[in-house]
């Protein structure tokens, strides 16, 4: 967790010119062995960190329920096709409500330009060593970026199945989305992460005569990890299925 990995130890900077945010690390990790008091000691760093996080988190959902915005969390591997489901989700739907998104990377503004490119707002975190994105960060965020109230804000985490599981940012739910280039057990090796999400999107469908995975058994895991995890699958590129995830975005968001 991050109260051991060091990336909590940051500070963070908005730049007006970039529209961006620049998030850094001081830590210097160490491997060394801990004593059972520099265990504890660690322990207790990270339930503060977490304490802290919700605090935000539980400030960023008031914010968000009181003017109407509808958030969702985006959490992947990197590569499983996150920004372009976004990308398409915008084409699909910008003419129905307003849509902006908050991207974070540990460096470039690569998404974010790629989503600017549709005319919607998009505004970078960079994150530089840290993993995550965290619910201080994004409550920055939201006002630099000016998201106006009765509309959708995705949020596209760091590519990380790991921390980000642990971290509310205030969203409705959390969307973690995987790839059938990935390997279906994926659901068992982070199981907090398809714990923490309401929603599984498994991507690239279209390439499933050309790779070796299992759906149903990738369905099986997430369930065996949560129960009541809802799951799609659709290919954003080729559009198959693509509808049965605007139609689920169209059913939670309040006009």
Not at 15 to 23: F, G, Q, R
Not at 30 to 54: F, G, I, M, Y
Not at 77 to 96: F, H, N, Q, R, W
């Amino acid at each position: 967790m991050c109260g051991i990995c060091g990336c909590s130890n940051l500070t963070g900077k908005f730049s007006p010119l970039s529209s961006k945010v620049d998030l850094l690390t001081s830590h210097h990790h160490s491997h060394e062995q801990h004593t059972p008091a520099e265990n504890a000691r660690l322990v207790q760093v990270e339930l503060d960190l977490l304490n802290k996080n919700n605090t935000y988190a539980t400030e960023n959902r008031s914010y968000f329920e009181k003017n109407n915005i509808f958030v969702l969390n985006l959490v992947s591997s990197p590569g499983a096709g996150k920004t372009t489901l976004l990308v398409e989700t915008i084409k699909a739907l910008k003419d129905k409500f307003p849509i902006a998104v908050i991207e974070g990377d540990q460096q470039t503004e690569n998404d974010a330009n790629r989503i600017r490119a549709t005319g919607a707002k998009a505004l970078q975190i960079n994150t530089g060593r840290m993993c995550h994105l965290d619910a201080h960060g994004i409550g920055q965020a939201v006002q630099n970026l000016g998201v106006q109230a009765n509309s959708f804000l995705a949020i596209e985490n760091v590519g990380n199945l790991v921390c980000p599981s642990s971290f509310d940012l205030g969203e409705a739910h959390k969307v973690v989305v995987l790839s059938v280039t990935e390997g279906e057990d994926k659901p068992l090796k982070y199981p907090d992460m398809f714990h923490a999400a309401d929603l599984m999107i498994i991507t690239k469908i279209d390439l499933l005569p050309y790779v070796d995975f299992d759906v149903e058994r990738c369905e099986e895991f997430a369930r065996k990890v949560n129960p009541k995890i809802k799951i799609l699958k659709l290919s954003t590129t080729k559009g198959n299925n693509f509808s049965s995830w605007t139609d689920w975005l169209e059913s939670k968001i309040k006009p």
